[in-house]
């Protein structure tokens, strides 16, 4: 048996941690979270978690310096103060999309992070659609990477959206639409998306067939809103109908929300996996709460319970 349950958040997404702590009924820990002059970041457990089960929330996105530190900061002084599991709940890991070597004499980001979490002393991570999947391998604890599938489909139940297509906006988010397809049982399509720049993608053909369709794009990010917008401008010129877009993790800098009001997406659909601080009123994408699902999974986790009823 584990022991007390205890939550804590950190400061990058608040307002799911205060929706998991209700889907719960368990108070966020107490715990000062601060800058010293200077900008480092100061961090004091302000209650006893001797021996606790601790789950510490907290993505790493937006923000990815800041919050990581943070997070790290948080679990160390939790371990410090003897709490016998700390688990980090990071709804999105920041730093997943450099997970290899791709050009000669750069980081595996992604990895390093893994290093530096578990260095910090975390027991177990929870999160919710990595980048790649493979990411899991770069862990020697055990992780949980869970799927927002559930939450999307809830949705797309409920707007009855007729017999539309799956479409993923490049060939890395295949895996995620395929799951869309297999599990509502409709057809899938493809864009080929060439990046050509950190803000700029080049979209070139379709494969599959999207004329006269209804559309659901599915990525796992939308962060400057390149790759999702290019995708769409290519559907519409093959006769897509309507076009839709479910996103797991709803980064949206820079450019994001102008590309968005200027493209051929008729609704954004994200969800509150990442602190959204949408300023513009003419633009409001649907926002679904992953708090249940990721508060079953702590309750889950902490009972020693099955996590895989909950992927979909
Ligand atoms: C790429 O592999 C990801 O799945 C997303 O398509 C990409 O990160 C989105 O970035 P942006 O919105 O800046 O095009």
Same mark, same amino acid.
């Given at each position: 048996m584990h022991g007390e349950l205890k939550i804590f958040a950190g400061n990058a997404n608040p307002e799911l941690c205060r929706r998991i702590s209700e889907s719960i009924g368990v108070p966020l820990g107490d715990r000062m979270v601060s800058t010293f002059p200077d900008g480092e970041i100061q961090v004091r457990i302000l209650e006893n978690v001797r021996g606790g089960d601790v789950f510490v929330i907290q993505p790493t996105v937006p923000d990815p310096n800041e919050s990581l530190m943070e997070l790290l900061l948080l679990i160390d002084a939790l371990k410090r103060a003897s709490a016998q599991r700390v688990t980090a709940v990071v709804p999105c890991y %920041?730093?997943? +999309?450099?997970?290899?070597? !791709? &050009?000669?004499?750069?980081? #595996?980001?992604?990895?390093?992070?893994?290093?530096?979490?578990?260095?910090? %002393?975390?027991? +177990?991570?929870?999160?919710? !659609? &990595?980048?790649?999947?493979? #990411?899991?391998?770069?862990?020697?604890?055990?992780?949980?990477?869970?799927n927002a599938f559930p939450v999307f489909k809830q949705y797309i139940e409920?707007?009855?959206?007729?017999?539309?297509?799956?479409?993923?906006?490049?060939?890395?988010?295949?895996?995620?639409?395929?799951l869309f397809c297999t599990k509502l049982d409709l057809p899938l399509a493809t864009v080929d998306k060439r990046r050509v720049g950190d803000y700029e993608v080049e979209a070139t053909t379709v494969i599959g067939d999207v004329k006269g369709k209804k559309v659901i794009l599915v990525d796992d990010i939308v962060s400057t809103a390149g790759s999702l917008t290019a995708a769409a401008r290519i559907l519409r010129e093959q006769g897509a109908e309507k076009i839709w877009a479910f996103v797991v993790h709803g980064i949206l800098v820079g450019p994001a929300v102008e590309r968005i009001k200027k493209s051929q997406i008729e609704r954004l659909v994200i969800t509150d996996s990442v602190r959204t601080e949408i300023e513009d009123p003419d633009f409001e994408p649907t926002v679904l709460s992953v708090a249940d699902l990721l508060g079953k999974a702590i309750m889950r986790i902490h009972k020693n319970e099955s996590v895989s009823s909950l992927f979909w």
């Open positions: %920041g730093y997943a +999309r450099q997970d290899r070597k !791709d &050009l000669p004499r750069v980081p #595996i980001s992604a990895k390093l992070v893994a290093n530096l979490l578990t260095a910090a %002393g975390t027991d +177990r991570l929870l999160t919710i !659609d &990595l980048h790649a999947g493979q #990411i899991q391998g770069f862990f020697d604890i055990p992780v949980d990477n869970l409920g707007v009855r959206l007729d017999s539309p297509t799956i479409v993923s906006p490049d060939v890395g988010a295949m895996k995620l639409a395929s």
